[in-house]
């Protein structure tokens, strides 16, 4: 069964890092795109990065641009995202999504297989 798992976040300050992993299972991470999502108290599901199953094509949104990277592992099927200079604006549930195309987009309706989410707080 088509699965991803979400890990990694945590409470930080502001300027300090997370970093997220996105462990897939039941498929082979290097042939699907891979999404990340985020959603903030009271705001809507918001797509901030993504990267096509290729890896030639990476998106980030401009509030995260500079200061998030992604990355992939194929030994460990796992995928990341390296959060730095975290602000609170950053606070919000962290989602990584698989789709069955290798194009990357941040549209959330084109990825058929979700996490649950890690939590990433950012306050002093």
């Given at each position: 069964?088509?699965?991803?798992?979400?890990?990694?976040?945590?409470?930080?300050?502001?300027?300090?890092?997370?970093?997220?992993?996105?462990?897939?299972?039941?498929?082979i991470?290097?042939?699907?795109?891979?999404?990340?999502?985020?959603?903030?108290?009271?705001?809507?599901?918001?797509?901030?990065?993504?990267?096509s199953?290729?890896?030639?094509?990476t998106h980030?949104?401009?509030?995260?641009?500079?200061?998030?990277?992604?990355?992939?592992?194929?030994?460990?099927?796992?995928?990341?995202?390296?959060?730095?200079?975290?602000?609170?604006?950053?606070?919000?549930?962290?989602?990584?999504a698989?789709?069955?195309?290798?194009?990357?987009?941040t549209?959330?309706?084109?990825?058929i297989?979700?996490?649950?989410?890690?939590?990433?707080?950012?306050?002093?």
């Open positions: 069964q088509f699965h991803v798992a979400e890990s990694g976040g945590g409470l930080v300050q502001p300027g300090e890092s997370l970093r997220l992993s996105c462990a897939a299972g039941g498929f991470l290097r042939n699907s795109a891979i999404g990340w999502f985020r959603q903030a108290p009271g705001k809507e599901r918001e797509g901030i990065s993504c990267i199953s290729l890896g030639t094509i980030f949104t401009d509030s995260v641009k500079d200061r998030f990277t992604l990355s992939r592992d194929f030994v460990k099927n796992t995928a990341y995202l390296q959060m730095n200079n975290l602000q609170p604006g950053d606070t919000a549930i962290y989602f990584c698989a789709r069955q195309s290798g194009d990357c987009t549209y959330a309706p084109g990825y297989v979700w996490g649950q989410g890690t939590q990433v707080a950012v306050s002093s």
